[in-house]
């Protein structure tokens, strides 16, 4: 099937073990990429009633079939479990290169289950599995890891990891990708950490086939150039932060995990702010025209 590559990689961290599973026509038809697709997996591979800490809790990253395209926007993927934040079925989004590396790698979805006896990286570099120790990454932040993974693995590896509040399973833990990108809600980061696997480093060389290249690139094109336009001018010179101020004068601003919906502090940290006095430079996801991450710098 076009977009697809009609298969998910399923890593076995207890057995240090992996196999393809195929992805039925159908299914990939019904549930289309990301977070459907994701929780389709997720109902057939998480017993009924597991433990989110246990390790057969699976851990899934799912891409869509527009990701490695020329669309703008289109480099997304979802990361779902069993939360251990809410005891219920957890997905977390998040975006940039490492999808594409990912899709690239061959696999549709990465389904990971069991849990190693020691600090795993788990690398899949041009379809290849391996597992190496990773005891001296452990206690290292987020950026440190990737810098180290990149190191030893090579530079053009994308990777997805964790920090210190993941290995310690605390409930709401993300994990980070390509530098400052975060699948951040519900807790993936605390089961990653249950799993001993510390950092995924993923390349790969090979996209599936689309129907109409050309028609695909000219639709790209035009979706480019609207992208430029007045919608999305706020994210451009402002980032997601230009929501701040918004939803605080509206109350509606999550505030302290959800308890209070205003911020008294809102001003400080909106996107206006630190557009005028922290601004260095916005960067991009790949294959992304808008650029809402924001560089700042602060002397604080």
């Keep these: 099937m076009y977009g697809y590559h009609g298969r998910a990689l399923i890593v076995d961290l207890s057995a240090k073990s992996t196999e393809w599973e195929a992805i039925p026509e159908s299914i990939l038809r019904k549930f289309i990429g990301g977070t459907g697709l994701g929780a389709y997996l997720l109902y057939r591979h998480c017993p009924a009633g597991v433990d989110p800490f246990r390790p057969d809790n699976p851990l899934i990253f799912v891409g869509s079939p527009l990701v490695g395209s020329r669309l703008t926007t289109s480099s997304k993927f979802a990361v779902l479990t069993k939360s251990p934040l809410t005891g219920m079925i957890g997905d977390s989004l998040s975006s940039s290169f490492i999808a594409v590396e990912m899709k690239k790698s061959g696999c549709d979805a990465l389904i990971i289950k069991g849990r190693s006896e020691t600090p795993t990286l788990l690398t899949i570099l041009d379809g290849e599995v391996n597992f190496h120790d990773a005891s001296r990454l452990m206690g290292l932040d987020t950026f440190e890891t990737e810098t180290k993974v990149k190191k030893q693995i090579g530079h053009w590896t994308r990777v997805a990891c964790i920090g210190p509040a993941g290995e310690r399973m605390v409930r709401y833990a993300s994990i980070a990708n390509d530098g400052g990108r975060q699948a951040g809600r519900t807790g993936t980061g605390a089961v990653m950490g249950s799993k001993n696997l510390k950092a995924i480093g993923v390349r790969g060389g090979s996209l599936p086939d689309v129907y109409d290249p050309d028609g695909l690139n000219e639709i790209g094109r035009d979706l480019s150039r609207r992208s430029l336009g ?71």
């Design 230 to 300: 007045p919608a999305t001018e706020k994210y451009r010179t402002l980032g997601t932060l230009a929501n701040v101020a918004v939803f605080d004068a509206l109350g509606t601003l999550p505030t302290r995990n959800f308890q209070q919906t205003t911020f008294e502090s809102a001003q400080e940290v909106s996107g206006e702010e630190f557009h005028e006095t922290h601004f260095v430079k916005n960067s991009h996801c790949a294959n992304c025209t808008i650029g809402c991450e924001k560089i700042v710098v602060t002397t604080d």
